[in-house]
């Protein structure tokens, strides 16, 4: 059973600083998704990542996969308000034929 | 880019009745969707997989007979909660992904999601 797990679940923070969250998975996968998701929202995608060393770059979000630790991690440089939601890691088998396990998310408040 | 339309967003009923929750794909085709469920402050849960044509897959735990999934077309997949309970008051979120363009590096795109409250 593939199992994704997320740390923190929870961070508050300040504007400005740099953080990283992590995002472990069990099983050999062949792609890693990170969303973003608002209160009362659905998912915004932020990236996907397909091969070992993809590193992925927007704004202040950037994302890296590591396949050999089972590891991806969403870097945070510099954190602004509009950062503030739940971030979540998913993962997926079998070339997409099967539906995403998602971590149970990490809820992020930036502070100004 | 691609869009996955969700209807209704929000919806109130009464414990006993049903209730139908569409999902569109509407600037590609989908052969599957997938419906997820989320509860307040968790983590999206695959319930199943809809396949165009053929017959849903469930996740284990999930009632097939009480979350009706049909996917007529390659562009709907519909799911109705027969029968619904105060306890199926939830978020409810389809996704699909272009099977055409980018497979395997288009991610999958989440409709807005729609919230069943049963009272």
């Known amino acids: 059973e593939l199992k994704v797990e997320q740390n923190p679940l929870f961070l508050s923070m300040q504007e400005g600083k740099n953080y990283t969250i992590y995002c472990n998975y069990s099983?050999?996968?062949?792609?890693l998704y990170w969303y973003r998701q608002d209160p009362g929202k659905s998912l915004e995608s932020l990236f996907v990542?397909?091969?070992?060393?993809a590193v992925k770059q927007e704004g202040r979000l950037m994302a890296s996969l590591d396949t050999k630790a089972r590891l991806s991690t969403l870097h945070i440089t510099a954190a602004v308000h509009d950062l503030s939601a739940t971030y979540f890691c998913?993962?997926?088998?079998?070339?997409?034929?099967?539906?995403?396990?998602f971590g149970k998310g990490t809820h992020l408040i930036i502070q100004p | 880019g691609a869009v996955v339309s969700q209807h209704p967003s929000r919806v109130i009923c009464k414990s006993g009745t049903s209730v139908k929750i569409e999902c569109r794909s509407l600037?590609?085709?989908?052969?599957?969707m997938f419906w997820y469920r989320q509860f307040p402050k968790q983590s999206l849960m695959l319930m199943a997989t809809?396949?165009?044509?053929?017959?849903?897959?469930?996740e284990q735990g999930v009632e097939k007979d009480k979350f009706l999934i049909n996917h007529a077309s390659l562009t709907l997949s519909t799911l109705t909660v027969t029968s619904a309970h105060p306890e199926d008051s939830s978020f409810y979120i389809c996704?699909?992904?272009?099977?055409?363009?980018?497979?395997?590096?288009?991610?999958?795109?989440f409709g807005n999601g729609t919230r069943l409250t049963v009272t």
């Open positions: 996704s699909a992904r272009d099977q055409w363009t980018g497979k395997y590096n288009s991610p999958l795109h």
């Open positions: 099983t050999t996968s062949d792609r």
């Open positions: 990542l397909l091969s070992n060393g």
């Open positions: 998913a993962v997926d088998l079998r070339g997409g034929a099967d539906g995403l396990t």
């Open positions: 600037d590609f085709q989908a052969t599957t």
């Open positions: 809809s396949n165009e044509g053929s017959k849903a897959t469930y």
